[in-house]
Structure formats: structure tokens, C-alpha cells
């Protein structure tokens, strides 16, 4: 089923794949650069020369201009051909296509046949001969060796889930019931109907004196009375002996609502998540006006609560025996930990700022199933075989998680595995689950400061299966049960690979040799790779590879005119830290004709990446494109470029993902700082001669660099910018500030707003008006901040139709129009 999960506003961008230095190597002051497959040392790598300088027309323009590439890409069903989509940027639809591995072309669907078409998420029988899947809310069923498809429903009530049970048959979750298709008859048999109400009550008997005299006195009433309670018994007789009636309804009250459901192998029993019925993702106050309506008036938009309101209530679990009728609620106290105070030092040292003092004592924890913002899976999974439930579970206060073991008779959790974070616990790298039909499951865990994959056997014996300074993720189990694929980059934090490890002996495997970043699927049978791979100046494309065999190119999407361009691909650098860090990685674009010997030196900019927690200084083809063509434009004029994986960026292990923790601002200017010396000592840059720009988190950034050192940068561009933390998302923000009532200390230090009389330099603000995720407010009352601190030296451009990321390539061009003019004034 489903999960209604908190309205978060997330965006993701691929990672990537190559090979360089290696990850664990100490800094020194020769800085070691990575350029594809190849390594460097200095002077760094000539750019190549271009005939036709870029325009800033051309890269903001519609990027179809770029080709319409292949995405969601996924293996058929037979192992021997693929299905992906293709949409143009203003295409209201994508378009389905397959292509056979052994095949130059793909075929476009007709809409008449997708729903025979191979589907992406579906489920086996356990003897994997049929596959079940959903398509616009019903239920299908193949026949894996005919390629026969059957539709079982036809409703328009869609169907959220469907699962094979052990017995063969197919169960399905509809709203709040589950359903199960015996497949030999085609009998439909509802397994649960869930009812978040009281039970009605029932013909009882008179209670008060009034009443009891009522049926004492007057015959009428009393067998009035009579008659009711016994057609009562009846009804209750008759649903009990009768075969052909349905399960009798679960009433689970009317204070929360269903925001998940789970049903075990043989259909038995029925875990049911629970969540407070008032909590809402948004406030009263939470809209967002529409200056632009389609009927010409302000239309306000509801939109999500702030973390300074959005005060979660936790969730609850639930066992519901389907055959015994027997309720049991999931109790917390089998987790280790589930009372302790984990931010008794944040609260005291609120409490002391205030002139309190705070009494730590122990309470139990609000929690709830895990929210990997990554993954795919349910986080409740259920053994194959066997009445064996494990879930994962996370505290609100984002510091702990549990895989637990459950009791489905008493309803008690069993600690299996704990991972507690000081800082916060990351909200990827979760993936657990069973392996195959064995009493062991394996997970990913930080615990060692790395994501790495680990197993714990049937004797409760835990193995690490991965160990070392690199990250583990997208882990697959072979169809058999022996293997487990994963991606890491374990050659340089920059370049990933696919590996697979068995699981009995430890043994791994590297199993790609490429030179840019992927994604991978395993193929059905368990034979080949499908790959999603790009390189720094290549755009994604489909691979397939046979598991020990050659590397086969399947699509040819990117357009002529752009492979056909001359760029120029950025060299990964290590910056050595000046504070305490290990070294920084960054891009670096140097400029046309460059010459270390130049009597001029060159102007530069810093880009800031987005998302705070996201990798971008790797040797892949970059998420920000036009960005990417931005810098290289750049480089056309006389500029060095330079973007950095900041201290709280993806890819470096937990350390320097929780660097920021109540701190957010500080050390990853520190890293810019950095990288304006790196540029000065090795790429002829002149310090006093830099500016820098970026969005939403590198917006941020912005701003904490202009307002806290002043003489770092000439000048800045901040695009849909956070200025106050307090107003932002509670899923991402609580992470790592914890939340405003209770780390005031945190949001102070770590929002732009606080630290606005700081600005000294240019300063450039741009929103969108219909950002739903960082909100166009946020500009607003910064905007009025630095009014009243009497600040003259910033510019504000707004963009009345465009959501947080900019979709319409007007507002592109005229965002980076600007921000153009404001390093050639600046920095020139």
C-alpha cells in the first residue's frame, strides 16, 4: 500500500561513475586532478579551443536542443530487451519505448498496448513463473514463460498494491481493505475491511432506572427490545457459521487514520501504521498566492508547513490477526534506546543561553517507519516463507534507527540492529530485506562512517560484506540468492562502479570498468547489467553489459550539435583544507588560451551546488547542465570556474555530511575560502577578483559568504534562495538543525537573515513567485531586512510563474542574463 507520507518538496539528481585518485589519500600542496579516467597532477590540462563561442540564448534555450534522452530505463521481463521514456521539456506526456539488447533502434509504444507492456514494478510467484503488477489501478498477470497477460480487475477505484501469497493467490490493497483473488476459481474474498471509526454499538441492555423501568412497565418496549437482540445474536451466529460471508470489519477508532498497511506471505496477518487524523502537511497560514491565475485573480495555493509549526505526531503499529480476529498494538519498549534523552546537551545549552537550567530525563521517543527519500521499498518486509516481520523504524528526532524483529502474537519489538547518530541519522542509504528464503538480512549502515553493507545471519551474528572509505549504495539480491549487488566509489569519491559480493564467502567482484557516472539494474535472469551512464562532457545513455562481458551502447539520444561541441570538461581537484577537513573536491574550468604565465591574472567564480547534501564534483555528466554550458561560457571570457563539494555534500561518509550539524554556513564557507586561495596559488586567479552564485542551498551559501566574509567574494548571486531556516521543511531542516523550539542556537547561527547587516558587496536576489519548496517569502523578508538596515548595494528579480526549479527557458535566460552582467561589472 501506499505510504502517505510528510509533504517534503525534494528534488534528486543522478550520481556518478569514474575512476581517479584514490579517496584515502593525504593532502598535500600539489594538488592531485582527475580529468575522466585519467590522473593529473599539476600544471592543470590546456582546454581545448572552440571555433563558435557559446551564447547565452543557446544553453538557456528549450534543452531539447541537447536531444531527448531515454530515462527510467528498466529491464523486460525476458532479460533480452529494455523499456524507457522519452519526454520533451514542454511535453505534457512521456512516451513509453522498448528496444531488444540486440537491437540498433528502440520501438515507440502504441497506447493501445502499454498495458501489455513489460512493466517496471510488479511481483513473482514464489515458483517465478507468473508476474502481477498494476497498470492505471489494476491488477494484470503475465505468464513468464507464454508472455500471456490476464486483467483480473476492472474498476475505477484504483488498486494500490498487489502480492503473491504463499498459497499462489494474489492479495490486494484498496483504500483502507485488502482484498485476495483465489486464482483457480477467480473468487474475490475480502481479507480486511478497516474501518477508522468506533465499532457500533451493539443491542445492549437497560442500564439507568429510567430505562430499566421503561422495560419493566411497558410490554411494547421490552419486546421491541427482545427482538432486536435477538435478531443481533443471529446476525452474529450467521457471519460466524457461514462460509461465504467476508472477514468481519476491523474498528481501529476514529483519532487516526491508516498511512500504511502490510500483509504477511500467507495472508494471516495485517500490520497497519497509524497516524494522528488532524495532523496535516500544512498549516492554516501555509498558502502561496498565484499573482497569475488563469481566471485573473490571485489564487492562493495551499502549501506545505514550516518547520517552525510542523510539529509531527509520530505513528503507531498495529498487528491485526486475520484469522483469529485478535487485535495486538506494536509495543516500543524492545527498542534499545527508545527513551533516552538523545538532545539533553542541545537543551541544555539552549537552557543555559536563557539563563535556565535543563533536567535531562528519560520519556519515550516520538517515532515512525523510516522515510528513505531514495528508496523503493516498503520499510516493513516480510520473510517469504515464513510469519516473520522485520521493520525500520526511525525517532523524529531524527537521531536513531532500528531494524526490529516482530512478535505478531504478542505484538513486542526485538532490537536487531541500532544505528545512532549524534548529529542525525541520513535519510538514504537504508535498504534492508531478507535474503531469499534464509533466516539472514542484510542493510546498509553509517555506522563505521561510511555507507557499507552488511548481513546478519541466522546465529544473529553480524558480517560486514564491504569495508573502507567509500559508499555503498542501490543494493540488489541476485535472483538466487547468493549475490548482492551494489554501486560504490571506492577508487576516488567521484567515480562509481558496480560490484557484487557473495554473500557466503565475502567475496567481491568488480563488475564495470567506466569512465563517467551510472545507475545500474540487474537484468531479470541475473545475467547482465543495464547501465545509465554518462561522462563529464556526454550526457546519459543506455549500456548494456553481460556480467563478465563487453560493454554494448544502446541509445544514441544526444544530439549532433552538442556532441558535436568542442566543451570543455571540468578537472577534478583536491582542495587541501586550511580548517581541520580533509580535502575538498572540486571542479575547476579554466579559461580559453589560459596561461599560468599571463601578466594578468583571470577573474573566477565559485558555484555553489544545491541540496546542501548532494555530489556534484565528480567526473559524470553534471545534474546542473545549464550550469555546466554556463561555465563554460564563462571560460569563453576570460574566467576561471570552480565548484566544490562543500563540507555536507553527498559521496565523503557521515563525517563530512554532518560537518554542518547546528552549524549550517560556517564550515562550507570556509571551504570556499579555500578554494579562492587554491585558485590563486594554482590557477593564476586574482583573489581580489571573485564572485560566486548558486540556488536554493548554493543561494544560501551565497549569502552566508557575502554576509559573514565580506572580502571573500566582489559580488553574489543568490537564485531561489533560503534566508531563515525556520521557515523551511521539517523533514530536511530538523536533520540538521534539529527544530527552532528546541535549537534556537542553531537556527540563529545558521540563517541568513540573522547575519544580513554583514553585506559589504553586490549582492543579486532571484525567486520564483510559485516556489512551493523554498518559498518566495523567503526573499521577501530578507529584501525587507536589508531595507531597514539601510543596505543599497543588492538587486532583486522576480519570476512571477516560476516554481523552484525554472521551467520556462525565458526565465532562465533572463536569470543568467543577469547574473552574467553582475560578474562583468564586478569582476572585470
Not at 365 to 379: A, E, G, I, K, N
Not at 554 to 580: I, M, N, R
Request: glycine share 6%; aromatic share 10%.
Amino acid at each position: 500500500m501506499t505510504r502517505l507520507l510528510r509533504n517534503t518538496a525534494l528534488s534528486a539528481l543522478s550520481l556518478a561513475i569514474i575512476s581517479g585518485c584514490s579517496a584515502t589519500a593525504t593532502s598535500n600542496n600539489t594538488p592531485s586532478i582527475s580529468n575522466a579516467a585519467s590522473s593529473y597532477t599539476v600544471p592543470l590540462a590546456t582546454p581545448p579551443q572552440v571555433e563558435q563561442p557559446l551564447t547565452l540564448n543557446q544553453i538557456m534555450a528549450n534543452p531539447d536542443w541537447m536531444g531527448v534522452l531515454a530515462k527510467n530505463a528498466y529491464w523486460g521481463d525476458d532479460s533480452q530487451s529494455i523499456y524507457f521514456n522519452r519526454q520533451a521539456h514542454q511535453a505534457p506526456l512521456a512516451e513509453v519505448y522498448q528496444q531488444g539488447v540486440s537491437q540498433t533502434q528502440a520501438s515507440l509504444i502504441s497506447l493501445n498496448q502499454l498495458h501489455l507492456t513489460d512493466q517496471k514494478h510488479g511481483v513473482l510467484s514464489a515458483d517465478k513463473s507468473q508476474k502481477a503488477y498494476i497498470y492505471q489501478g489494476n491488477i494484470f498477470v503475465k505468464q513468464l514463460a507464454s508472455g500471456d497477460v490476464k486483467q483480473l480487475t476492472r474498476v475505477n477505484t484504483a488498486i494500490d498494491e498487489v502480492k503473491f501469497l504463499s498459497s499462489g493467490d494474489l492479495a490486494y490493497f484498496q483504500g483502507n481493505s485488502v482484498f485476495k483473488i483465489h486464482l483457480q476459481t477467480g473468487l474475490t474474498e475480502q481479507l480486511a475491511d478497516v474501518q477508522m471509526a468506533n465499532a457500533p454499538k451493539g443491542v445492549s441492555d437497560p442500564e439507568s432506572y429510567i430505562a430499566k423501568q421503561q422495560h419493566r412497565l411497558i410490554a411494547y418496549v421490552a419486546l421491541q427490545h427482545n427482538k432486536s437482540k435477538t435478531r443481533a445474536e443471529y446476525a452474529e451466529q450467521l457471519a460466524a457459521q457461514d462460509p461465504t460471508f467476508a472477514a468481519k470489519t476491523w474498528y481501529l477508532g476514529d483519532d487516526e487514520k491508516v498511512s500504511d498497511m502490510s500483509l504477511s506471505a500467507d495472508g494471516r496477518y495485517l500490520v497497519v501504521n497509524l497516524v494522528d487524523k488532524d495532523y496535516s502537511w500544512r498549516s492554516e497560514h501555509d498558502i502561496m498566492p498565484n499573482y497569475l491565475g488563469k481566471d485573473g485573480y490571485v489564487d492562493a495555493v495551499p502549501a506545505r508547513a514550516r518547520v517552525a509549526e510542523d510539529s509531527y505526531p509520530g505513528e503507531r503499529l498495529v498487528v491485526l490477526d486475520l484469522v483469529d480476529h485478535v487485535k495486538k498494538d506494536i509495543t516500543i519498549e524492545g527498542l534499545d534506546g527508545y527513551d533516552a534523552d538523545v538532545l539533553a546537551s542541545v537543551k541544555a545549552e539552549n537552557a543555559k543561553a536563557k539563563g535556565e537550567r535543563y533536567n535531562s530525563e528519560k520519556s519515550p521517543r516520538v517515532l515512525q517507519l523510516m522515510q528513505d527519500w531514495t528508496w523503493s521499498q516498503s520499510p516493513m518486509q516480510w520473510h517469504e516463507s515464513e510469519n516473520k516481520l522485520l521493520v525500520m523504524i526511525e525517532a523524529v528526532d531524527n537521531k536513531d534507527r532500528w531494524i526490529a524483529s516482530v512478535n505478531l502474537e504478542t505484538g513486542k519489538l526485538k532490537t536487531e540492529h541500532r544505528l545512532h547518530d549524534d548529529a542525525w541519522v541520513n535519510y538514504t542509504f537504508n535498504q534492508f530485506g531478507w535474503v531469499g528464503t534464509s533466516e539472514s538480512f542484510y542493510y546498509l549502515s553509517e555506522e563505521s562512517g561510511y555507507s557499507q553493507l552488511y548481513v546478519k545471519g541466522e546465529n544473529g551474528k553480524t558480517s560486514a560484506l564491504t569495508n573502507g572509505e567509500y559508499v555503498v549504495d542501490q543494493v540488489t539480491l541476485s535472483p538466487d540468492a547468493t549475490h548482492l549487488y551494489y554501486r560504490a566509489n571506492k577508487d576516488h569519491p567521484g567515480t562509481y562502479n558496480v560490484y557484487r559480493v557473495e554473500i557466503a564467502s565475502g567475496k567481491t567482484e568488480q563488475l564495470t570498468q567506466w569512465t563517467g557516472t551510472l545507475d545500474y539494474e540487474l537484468s531479470p535472469n541475473g545475467q547482465s547489467l543495464l547501465l545509465t551512464a554518462s561522462t563529464a562532457t556526454q550526457p546519459n545513455e543506455l549500456y548494456v553489459q553481460p556480467i563478465g562481458g563487453e560493454l554494448k551502447q544502446l541509445t544514441h539520444y544526444t544530439s549532433k550539435a552538442f556532441a558535436d561541441y568542442a566543451w570543455q570538461a571540468p578537472q577534478v581537484v583536491k582542495v587541501p583544507s586550511t580548517h581541520g577537513a580533509k580535502d575538498i573536491y572540486a571542479r575547476v574550468y579554466l579559461p580559453q588560451g589560459y596561461d599560468a604565465n599571463n601578466a594578468e591574472k583571470y577573474p573566477a567564480v565559485i558555484f555553489n551546488h544545491g541540496a546542501g547534501y548532494l555530489q556534484n564534483a565528480h567526473n559524470g555528466f553534471s545534474g546542473y547542465f545549464r550550469e555546466f554550458m554556463f561555465h563554460n561560457l564563462l571560460t569563453q571570457q576570460g574566467y576561471v570556474v570552480m565548484d566544490m563539494d562543500y563540507r555536507g555534500s553527498k559521496g565523503y561518509g557521515r563525517d563530512w555530511r554532518t560537518a554542518v550539524y547546528r552549524n549550517m554556513g560556517h564550515p562550507e564557507v570556509e571551504d570556499l575560502k579555500d578554494g579562492v586561495s587554491w585558485m590563486a596559488a594554482n590557477s593564476h586567479v586574482d583573489g581580489a577578483k571573485v564572485g560566486t552564485y548558486g540556488g536554493s542551498y548554493g543561494g544560501f551559501l551565497t549569502f552566508m559568504a557575502l554576509f559573514n566574509e565580506p572580502e571573500l567574494f566582489q559580488a553574489g548571486a543568490a537564485l531561489r534562495p533560503v534566508t531563515d531556516w525556520a521557515h523551511y521543511n521539517a523533514p530536511y531542516t530538523s536533520n540538521i538543525l534539529n527544530t527552532p523550539d528546541v535549537d534556537p542556537i542553531a537556527y540563529e547561527k545558521s540563517s541568513p537573515i540573522e547575519h544580513a547587516q554583514g553585506l559589504q558587496k553586490p549582492l543579486l536576489i532571484m525567486s520564483g513567485v510559485l516556489d512551493d519548496n523554498v518559498f518566495f517569502q523567503d526573499s521577501v523578508r530578507l529584501v525587507q531586512r536589508l531595507i531597514e538596515l539601510e543596505k543599497p548595494m543588492f538587486e532583486t528579480a522576480i519570476y512571477p510563474v516560476e516554481p523552484h526549479g525554472f521551467r520556462q527557458a525565458s526565465s532562465w535566460l533572463d536569470e543568467y542574463r543577469r547574473i552574467y552582467k553582475l560578474f562583468e561589472q564586478e569582476l572585470k
